[in-house]
């Protein structure tokens, strides 16, 4: 059974989709996109250096439009289950049918904005902590008044605070920690510090034309499978200012009997979690199109059906 998965914050680097741009149709498609978010893709895509797509409100609609292309780019396929790591549930959402590509661009578009004013009220950001067993990681984090944001599995826990409190962890580290590693993001997001952002798009979502997921839909929020397009959006809403349970869908992948798992562009980092908690589990990043190739042997390898008329989009 195959599980496709969507990266996200701090995924992206410098010029990572001008390999994609190459593909049929693939930059007259982002070219659609950039005008009806206002925000040139393209340009952001394959010329903006390091600090201009590390801005939050850049940032995630071009992990979006990533994952979109790319997932386009394996053809009309149905997997077993989809998820996505934070923003990259957005991109899930899009793929399984809940929220057209447009309306899943114009959403993170809305929600990049609002976490950027967020995170711009307090100097803020992430540190992943490579290593410590939960029960000591935790308890330390509380007495730093820092949140454990992503709990992602396979050792590895990011924090989120203000930077003083990220310098206090870094200088002390909890016991079994071997680095204290800060992200490119911009912010704590999925804490307390990102709760304005949620009444933004709580309103945006109102307006939404929502559709239940076609595909089995793993939630972030507790890795559990989510029937309904209204709680799917209700979720994303809420998920912003609360922590992302990557280890709890990395369960629920075992639970459904994957055996296979496709991480969308700009991929890696999903995959190598994946490679330490879901031992047995064949996995495929797609960085550039040359890693469709192995997407589509794979894909073959586990007779994921295609998409019938109905359900393509």
């Not at 330390?140 to 990011?158: R, Y």
């Not at 605070?161 to 909890?174: N, R, S």
């Amino acid at each position: 059974m195959l599980v496709l998965v969507a990266p996200g914050q701090g995924a992206q680097t410098p010029g990572f989709l001008t390999p994609w741009l190459e593909l049929p149709g693939a930059r007259d498609r982002l070219a659609a996109w950039s005008d009806a978010i206002g925000l040139d893709l393209v340009h952001y895509g394959t010329q903006a250096d390091a600090d201009a797509i590390r801005d939050t409100s850049v940032a995630q609609p071009l992990l979006v439009a990533a994952g979109l292309l790319s997932a386009a780019a394996l053809g009309d396929i149905t997997p077993g289950a989809v998820a996505g790591h934070s923003v990259g549930e957005i991109t899930a959402t899009a793929y399984a049918g809940v929220l057209s590509d447009e309306a899943a661009l114009g959403f993170v578009r809305t929600r990049g904005l609002g976490m950027a004013r967020a995170a711009a009220v307090t100097e803020t950001g992430m540190s992943a902590l490579l290593g410590g067993e939960p029960e000591v990681v935790f308890p330390h984090l509380e007495k730093l008044g820092i949140t454990p944001a992503n709990v992602n599995g396979a050792g590895q826990v990011v924090a989120a605070g203000t930077l003083e409190q990220l310098a206090a962890l870094e200088a002390d580290k909890p016991e079994g920690v071997r680095r204290v590693v800060p992200l490119k993001v911009a912010g704590a997001f999925h804490t307390h510090h990102m709760a304005p952002a949620v009444d933004e798009l709580r309103a945006a979502s109102a307006s939404l034309d929502i559709a239940d997921p076609r595909i089995t839909y793993v939630s972030n929020a507790d890795g559990k499978t989510v029937a309904t397009g209204a709680e799917i959006v209700a979720r994303l809403v809420n998920q912003v200012s609360n922590p992302v349970r990557w280890d709890l869908c990395m369960e629920t992948f075992q639970e459904l009997g994957a055996t296979a798992l496709i991480e969308v562009c700009p991929g890696g980092t999903l995959t190598g979690l994946a490679k330490r908690a879901l031992p047995g589990v064949k996995t495929v990043a797609l960085k550039s199109p040359d890693d469709l190739e192995a997407a589509r042997a794979l894909i073959a390898e586990t007779g994921t059906p295609a998409a019938d008329a109905a359900g393509a989009e």
